[in-house]
């Protein structure tokens, strides 16, 4: 389909508005991370010298991509039925907007606050496992393939994220079960990369292209799916 | 979309036989209807009359069970939905506005989906014609309910549409804000906008609408409101003397256009006539010639409220019987 990415755009602007000025929302997308991270951390302070042989041929660091598997499910579960419970989807829906591009809107301004705190907290915790790590423990955790694939993961994981908690967000009646329940969806996602960091699933190259590419398949796949699940009678008059 | 799309004479709405079901409740059933271009057209009916619902349904947003229509030229169809949407306006009932983005900010996102070339001028001038250039910046959280509902009317200005949905445009706004919406509709009317207005202010589609239709799941009736006035109610002249005729009959039987009287409970003459210019001046005559002191003479008048009251008791009585 054409996309009209005049009418994407006014969309994630507003939502972008939104986000500022809804500092909530973006306050418990931060607080989520800081949850994740911290045990880890703490224990990664504590690792003397003689465990960083064991940790060059892991990938711990992999585990950092459960913060964008877990973080979007706060605001991709409030898109839609967020605008519900505020009268506003209505109105939208009555412009020429197709479905796919209301969707599609939704899902990119999404995707920024989530990009940007998944980047930030990565950074933050390499710059803690730099200052207050053993030198050695940090010199073998802090990997140019773990970054590399951080860098590359954190979108595609993310959108997955993005889409399951759109398509919760379609077929809920409120938002904070929706968040609730997005927030579920994603955890089998992360453990995924949990499993990745603690060499239960191994890495490898082929499994990081393999993955790479289903996540992309996914993310195609979860904008057609929530299109469809996409009901604008059932939205609007709350039934079918 | 080209062959779908009507000529300029074309009615704006043709509605046939369109039904609207959601399970087992009837929102509105076999409702035909044309709404001719340039016309303001008042769609009246009580609480769950199916008013909005039928907004919604030509608006594209809900599917029809059964029947077909055309909106501003075209088939209402799926496949024709965007279509259909770049043509019209819709103002519902509830403004929905984004409450923590200004008014500026709201109507700057729909002029995006609108795809609106030049949108900072086509914002100021639905602002403009809603009087609210001055509010721009205030979020519209902190707005009256007035004051969103004439965000929400700029918001429908916006696009320049062909057909305006109006449901419910002066619901929440004091006597001389509703005034300057009755003022914006004719302005509208003048520029040749096809405007569908869903109202409870009866006063309101008598003044402004060309034709009304008074739905109440089924659709009761539908034509000028004079027309519907003279459907419903007989033409009658109303004389109060300051005595009683001493001799009505011979008085007031046999006037030209003059069909039967009776005395009300107020002790007036009550006369069924069918033509009421023609029946005055040999009425007055006649009470002149019979020595009445006459105190007025008086033409009923049935408001479209009377209409309207009127219908929609017979659908009471009719359900409770």
């Known amino acids: 389909m054409n996309v009209s990415w005049t009418r994407v755009r006014a969309i994630i ?31 990664i302070f504590v690792l003397p010298a003689e465990a960083s042989g064991g940790l060059s041929h892991a990938h711990i660091l992999v585990y950092m991509l459960g913060i964008p598997a877990i973080v979007p499910a706060v605001v991709a579960a409030y898109a839609v039925v967020g605008e519900r419970q505020q009268g506003s989807l209505e109105p939208v829906l009555m412009t020429p907007i197709p479905r796919e591009e209301f969707l599609l809107a939704k899902a990119l301004a999404a995707l920024v606050p989530s990009l940007v705190i998944s980047y930030v907290v990565y950074v933050l915790v390499l710059v803690a496992i730099e200052l207050f790590a053993n030198a050695a423990v940090a010199a073998a955790l802090v990997q140019w393939p773990d970054l590399l694939a951080q860098l590359i993961f954190t979108p595609l994981v993310a959108g997955w994220s993005i889409w399951v908690g759109i398509a919760v967000s379609t077929r809920a009646s409120e938002a904070r079960t929706a968040q609730q329940l997005g927030t579920l969806a994603s955890v089998p996602s992360a453990l995924v990369f949990a499993l990745i960091a603690y060499d239960v699933i191994h890495a490898t190259l082929g499994l990081a292209i393999g993955g790479a590419v289903l996540l992309v398949a996914l993310n195609l796949f979860g904008w057609r799916l929530t299109s469809a699940m996409f009901d604008r009678e059932r939205l609007i008059s709350g039934t079918r | 979309m080209s062959s779908a799309a009507g000529s300029s004479t074309a009615p704006a709405l043709s509605v046939e036989h369109l039904s609207k079901r959601f399970g087992e409740r009837l929102a509105f059933d076999d409702v035909s209807f044309e709404v001719g271009r340039g016309e303001v057209f008042g769609f009246l009916g009580p609480n769950g009359a199916g008013k909005s619902t039928m907004v919604r349904t030509l608006g594209t947003l809900l599917t029809p069970s059964a029947g077909s229509a055309r909106v501003a030229g075209l088939q209402l169809r799926p496949g024709n939905g965007v279509a259909i949407r770049q043509r019209i306006s819709i103002m519902p009932e509830a403004p929905g506005l984004y409450l923590r983005l200004s008014v500026y900010e709201n109507l700057e996102c729909f002029a995006g989906l609108y795809e609106l070339s030049e949108p900072r001028q086509r ?140 005395r009300d409970e107020s002790g007036a003459y009550v006369l069924a006539v069918s033509d009421a210019a023609a029946a005055a001046p040999p009425l007055t005559r006649a009470l002149v010639a019979a020595g009445a002191d006459v105190l007025s003479i008086a033409e009923s008048r049935h408001s479209l409220e009377d209409v309207y009251l009127q219908l929609i008791d017979e659908d009471v009585e009719a359900r409770s019987a």
Not at chain 2, 137 to 145: A, E
Not at chain 2, 152 to 180: C, I, K, Q, Y
Not at chain 2, 218 to 231: A, F, K, M, S, V
């Open chain 2, 123 to 262: 914002i100021d001038r639905a602002l403009a014609a809603v009087n609210l250039s001055n509010r721009t910046g205030d979020p519209c959280g902190t707005l009256s309910k007035g004051l969103r509902q004439r965000v929400s009317l700029a918001r429908a200005l916006l696009n320049d549409a062909e057909v305006l949905f109006l449901d419910e445009p002066t619901s929440g706004l004091d006597p001389v804000a509703a005034r300057e919406v009755h003022e914006l509709i004719d302005g509208l009317r003048q520029r040749g906008v096809t405007i569908f207005l869903t109202t409870h202010r009866l006063e309101e589609a008598e003044r402004l609408c060309d034709r009304v239709a008074i739905l109440n799941t089924t659709l009761r009736t539908i034509g000028r409101p004079d027309e519907l006035r003279d459907q419903l109610f007989a033409k009658t002249l109303t004389v109060r003397t300051l005595a009683a005729l001493p001799e009505p009959d011979r008085t007031l039987g046999g006037l030209p256009a003059v069909e039967g009287w009776h």
């Open chain 1, 13 to 43: 602007r507003k939502e972008l508005r939104e986000y500022q000025r809804n500092r909530s929302i973006v306050a418990t997308m931060a607080v989520i991370p800081i949850v994740f991270v911290i045990n880890p951390l703490i224990n």
